[in-house]
């Protein structure tokens, strides 16, 4: 079942709302639990004994590690915790890059390897979060199993984030409200997510896709970088949307998760980047491999390594592809040299400068990101600097910036603080016409977004795939 | 001591369970071909009848099958000419079951339509529809015919899926 369809928006999320305001309180941690079941048995129903097993695992892993915890036996928890963490790696490892692992030692043999389980990226590293925050004393496991079962499977962040960790939510799953306040800008942070989901990032992925069935070895240099643009755009809001929807659903029921996109476009570094672009990941990796391995308290050679480690787990993270390592890889040297090399230079650049430098390098990382491989990307950054194609600009270049120029100027207005800005204002102004004017575009957006919804056949959530 | 105990026993048990249900759900052991794709599908087309053959955009693909050809590694379709004719040769390299179950769903689908549409009027469709198809799955890959020379095609198919590349 996907966030975006028909059926989610119009009967499953409804109903959820409503069951939820109807039911006593001490039942609403097991109504969004047999809501999150059902949520998942819309997929495979294979998927509900995976994540059930996953579930049981990491619940009585996490009770084991608490109890060693508290009777002070160190090594036996540390041994505890580390084979949790290995189950779940391996639990990963096995679905999404056991044939590459394979087919890059020569060996191309497929185990009928059955589909992973939906948003196994996502709920492993919850999981993953649980151990270590109980291990480190940060928070006490949740007894009550169920309670436990709904930290994994809560269907608002199931499928494809944000990576909730542990501490985040184990003390709302115990404690929270829902109130007409959270259940307004909840509703009101979904319809945008859907709107950004659908309208926009739908509509840039209908041109992108016109760049995918080009040759590469034709493109002029202007095409080469517009499809670059629309990927890039189209990525953003497709993600940033879906996470809207996400934090939106959580709110309505009463969950404050953080949000997982600030505005990535407008940052001035690479550094600045990461802290705006998919944020719950990278405090995941922050927290959980780079500050226990030493972060950058540590001498140069070891900090250059730490980093090393998690942009090379960052690129996997996304897929099993080489494209995704050397794409992670791009970043680490960027953030190398940022830090290292460029760090007193950088300081004198005006910030306008840096932005637009940044904006165009992240641009190029997501040719790499996209590229099925290795040498289709190599074939097309060079076409991006103008070696080979067809020169500067041909027709086709000519054709999509005349009739996505305007699309891409909007997207990428949209992607800036300043939409948001003006709402905010406008919604500060407390009078009627504020009032009915913010109802009416919220009414249109619903209405325009189920048009989209009901105009595309299959959109299945790009990060989904990871 | 006795909660850790059992503790670790419902930990691994849950282990052992998901170990049991992986390994039941998955198909085993295949080799995957290292053959060529392009060369598959031209040894495989080489050995049907193209009279009727034209090669298939992915739009016609995703109209016909209801499957993305970019979420394969490789994806090919030859299709008929005419409305009134049925021959069709569909080759997809897929990377998992999950996969392998979805394009046989859909050649499937695409048969039982073609039939329903040709039932009780088109003989000689029907004819090629029943007689004439093939669907099989090897080493990675997925081939459906419907074709006079189905079994020819089918098995240079086989041949083409054994030549390293």
Redesign the interface.
């Given at each position: 079942m996907s966030l975006s369809g028909v059926f989610f928006v119009f009967l499953f999320f409804p109903s959820s709302i409503l069951l939820y305001r109807l039911i006593p309180e001490k039942w609403r941690n097991s109504l969004l639990l047999a809501l999150s079941l059902i949520f998942i048995s819309f997929g495979n129903p294979?998927d509900l004994?995976?994540i059930g097993?996953?579930t049981?695992?990491n619940y009585?892993?996490a009770?084991?590690i608490d109890?060693?915890r508290s009777m002070k036996r160190e090594k036996?928890k540390k041994l505890v915790l580390a084979t949790?963490i290995a189950?779940n790696t391996a639990?990963l490892i096995?679905y999404k890059y056991f044939?590459f692992l394979m087919?890059n030692i020569g060996l191309?043999?497929?185990?009928?390897?059955?589909?992973a389980p939906v948003g196994l990226s996502f709920f492993t590293f919850s999981a993953i979060s649980c151990l270590c925050d109980v291990s480190k004393g940060d928070e006490t496991p949740l007894k009550n199993p169920f309670d436990f079962a709904l930290f994994i499977s809560f269907f608002g962040k199931l499928s494809s984030g944000p990576i909730v960790k542990y501490r985040d939510m184990a003390r709302q799953i115990k404690d929270r409200t829902m109130t007409a306040t959270s259940v307004e800008s909840g509703m009101k942070l979904f319809l945008i997510g859907l709107g950004k989901k659908l309208i926009i990032s739908g509509s840039l992925g209908k041109f992108f896709n016109a760049f995918?069935?080009q040759d590469i070895s034709t493109m002029s240099t202007v095409t080469a970088w517009l499809g670059a643009l629309f990927y890039s755009l189209m990525l953003y809001y497709d993600f940033s949307g879906y996470s809207d929807m996400a934090i939106g659903i959580g709110r309505i029921f009463g969950f404050s998760f953080s949000k997982n996109f600030d505005h990535p476009f407008i940052s001035s570094s690479m550094t600045d980047f990461w802290r705006r672009w998919h944020i719950s990941l990278g405090a995941w990796f922050r927290d959980y491999i780079y500050i226990p391995m030493g972060g950058s308290r540590v001498s140069k050679s070891r900090h250059i390594l730490n980093l090393s480690v998690v942009w090379l787990l960052t690129g996997l993270w996304h897929g099993a592809n080489w494209t995704f390592v050397v794409w992670g890889l791009y970043h680490l040297v960027l953030l190398l040299l940022e830090k290292m090399v460029f760090k007193k230079i950088l300081k004198r650049i005006p910030t306008i400068i840096k932005t637009i430098l940044t904006f165009l390098l992240t641009v190029i990382g997501w040719t790499i990101f996209f590229s099925d491989s290795l040498s289709t990307a190599e074939a097309y950054l060079l076409r991006m600097f103008g070696l080979g194609g067809s020169g500067l600009v041909d027709s086709m270049g000519k054709y999509y910036l005349a009739s996505g120029g305007i699309l891409l100027f909007v997207a990428m207005i949209g992607a800036t603080p300043l939409l948001s800005a003006i709402g905010s204002k406008i919604e500060k102004r407390d009078s009627v016409l504020v009032k009915v004017s913010t109802a009416v575009f919220f009414a249109l957006l619903l209405l325009i977004s189920t048009a989209f919804m009901i105009s595309e056949?299959?959109s299945s959530f790009l990060y989904a795939q990871f | 001591m006795m909660k850790t105990l059992a503790f670790e026993l419902c930990r691994w048990t849950a282990v052992a369970v998901a170990i049991l249900f992986i390994v039941r759900l998955s198909d085993g052991f295949s080799t995957v071909s290292s053959a060529n794709p392009q060369k598959v599908l031209e040894a495989a087309y080489t050995c049907a009848d193209t009279t009727n053959l034209q090669p298939a955009s992915n739009q016609i693909i995703k109209r016909l099958y209801g499957i993305d050809p970019s979420e394969y590694e490789f994806c090919a379709l030859y299709y008929a000419l005419t409305n009134m004719d049925v021959d069709e040769l569909l080759l997809i390299k897929y990377a998992d079951s999950s996969q392998e179950q979805q394009i046989q769903s859909a050649a499937k689908a695409r048969l039982q339509g073609q039939k329903n549409v040709f039932e009780n009027y088109g003989v000689g469709q029907m004819d090629l529809l029943n007689n004439h198809s093939i669907l099989m799955s090897d080493s990675g890959f997925a081939f459906f015919i419907i074709n006079l020379k189905a079994d020819e095609s089918a098995a240079a198919f086989i041949n083409a899926l054994r030549e390293e590349e």
């Open positions: 294979a004994i995976l097993l996953s049981v695992f009585f892993t009770l084991e109890g060693l036996t949790g189950v639990l096995f044939v087919s191309n043999v497929n185990f009928g390897i059955p589909a995918r069935t056949t299959v | -």
